[in-house]
């Protein structure tokens, strides 16, 4: 059964960088078709994805994010981190890791996902 | 690229029937398929329906899922509803290299 916990930090302050990991259990980051996807979740509003990471290290951004996005691995640890640069008050939200299931179209679909960590960005 | 819009909120009955719409614009959205999650308040979104009409595991077969491509709408149909299936439901998609999601539906059983 594969579980995702996300961890960092609660606070950050405007224009700071949040870096955010993900750890996976259950199963291999290197595992054929493991793919996580960070998403995330501003309060009382909709979901929004993030980026995704797969078994062969490749990378997908969303395109409006994409400069202040980086998603990495370490395959020792069996973690996923995101980091966000510059971030501001708009960054504001519940964060999510959630594994990407491989599907015959598109991206795929997400499950499960972590329980979800909130950061705040105020200074 | 593909905009996915939802009802903020929709109500019935329990033991009654509610479809909570999907409607896409500025694309296709069966292209892709389509997703449909659960989040109950305080919780993390869970599967409910992948692949426009595949349930995920353990998911009752009162939640179905269907896709319309004249109207391009995608569907979720809960029947027999019941208190517990009170809660936010997200559909998602994917178009040209990025997810999109629903801006959600809040689901209210009187």
């Known amino acids: 059964q594969v579980t995702l916990r996300e961890s960092g930090p609660a606070l950050v302050k405007p224009t700071q960088t949040l870096t955010l990991t993900c750890t996976l259990a259950?199963?291999?980051?290197?595992?054929?078709?493991?793919?996580v996807s960070w998403i995330r979740q501003p309060p009382g509003k909709a979901l929004e994805w993030l980026a995704r990471i797969n078994w062969e290290d490749v990378k997908i951004y969303n395109p409006s994010l994409t400069t202040r996005l980086t998603i990495s691995r370490d395959t020792s640890k069996n973690e996923v981190a995101l980091m966000i640069t510059d971030v501001g008050p708009l960054d504001t939200s519940t964060y999510y890791c959630?594994?990407?299931?491989?599907?015959?179209?598109?991206?795929?679909?997400?499950?499960?996902w972590g329980q979800g960590t909130l950061v705040t960005v105020s200074s | 690229n593909l905009l996915l819009t939802q009802p903020r909120s929709v109500s019935e009955s329990p033991g009654k029937t509610v479809i909570i719409s999907c409607t896409g614009s500025?694309?296709?959205?069966?292209?892709?398929?389509v997703q449909w999650y659960q989040q109950r308040p305080g919780s993390a979104p869970t599967i409910v329906i992948h692949?426009?009409?595949?349930?995920g595991s353990g998911v009752p077969g009162r939640f179905s899922g269907s896709v319309d491509i004249s109207s391009n709408t995608a569907s979720l149909t809960i029947s027999g509803l019941q208190t517990e299936d009170e809660a936010d439901y997200y559909c998602?998609?994917?178009?040209?290299?990025?997810?999109?999601f629903g801006g959600g539906t809040k689901l209210t059983v009187l």
């Open positions: 500025g694309g296709d959205i069966d292209t892709y398929g």
């Open positions: 959630a594994r990407t299931r491989p599907a015959p179209r598109g991206l795929g679909w997400f499950d499960p």
């Open positions: 692949d426009d009409n595949e349930r």
């Open positions: 998602q998609s994917y178009d040209r290299g990025s997810v999109t």
């Open positions: 259950g199963s291999s980051l290197k595992s054929n078709g493991m793919s």
